[in-house]
């Protein structure tokens, strides 16, 4: 069997999601590397469970420790959009700024500025 070590749940996540959104996430947030810390440690502490057979006897238990990674995973991936969602905003403050100062000096006459 393969082992789990530190540091392998937080690189694989990492390159998933930024191949998924084009940028290395590790430099979108730190509250987004913290739930991969998170994740990270559940997942070990998953692995060293299912090894020494400590969900053999119960199923309901095991179920339910997949189903918060899940959910951990989930979160993470909700931080993303949420930052993602602000950096669009941000560039099309930053467009729109631009367009309407260029043309604001090309007409010499200010405009409202979208809502």
């Given at each position: 069997?393969?082992?789990?070590?530190?540091?392998?749940?937080?690189?694989?996540?990492?390159?998933?999601?930024?191949?998924?959104?084009?940028?290395?996430?590790?430099?979108?947030?730190?509250?987004?590397?913290?739930?991969?810390?998170?994740?990270?440690?559940?997942?070990?502490?998953?692995?060293?469970?299912e090894i020494a057979?400590?969900?053999?006897?119960?199923?309901?238990?095991?179920?339910?420790?997949?189903d918060i990674l899940?959910?951990?995973?989930?979160?993470?991936?909700?931080?993303l959009r949420g930052?993602?969602?602000?950096?669009?905003?941000?560039?099309?403050?930053?467009?729109?700024?631009?367009?309407?100062?260029?043309?604001?000096?090309?007409?010499?006459?200010?405009?409202?500025?979208?809502?």
């Amino acid at each position: 069997m393969a082992s789990l070590n530190p540091g392998d749940i937080i690189s694989a996540a990492t390159l998933a999601a930024s191949e998924a959104v084009g940028t290395d996430i590790r430099t979108v947030s730190g509250f987004a590397l913290d739930q991969l810390q998170r994740l990270e440690r559940l997942s070990l502490m998953f692995a060293r469970l299912e090894i020494a057979g400590e969900f053999e006897d119960d199923p309901e238990a095991r179920a339910d420790y997949l189903d918060i990674l899940q959910n951990v995973a989930r979160d993470f991936a909700n931080t993303l959009r949420g930052l993602g969602a602000i950096a669009i905003e941000k560039v099309w403050n930053a467009v729109v700024g631009a367009v309407w100062s260029a043309l604001e000096r090309a007409i010499g006459v200010p405009l409202p500025r979208p809502g």
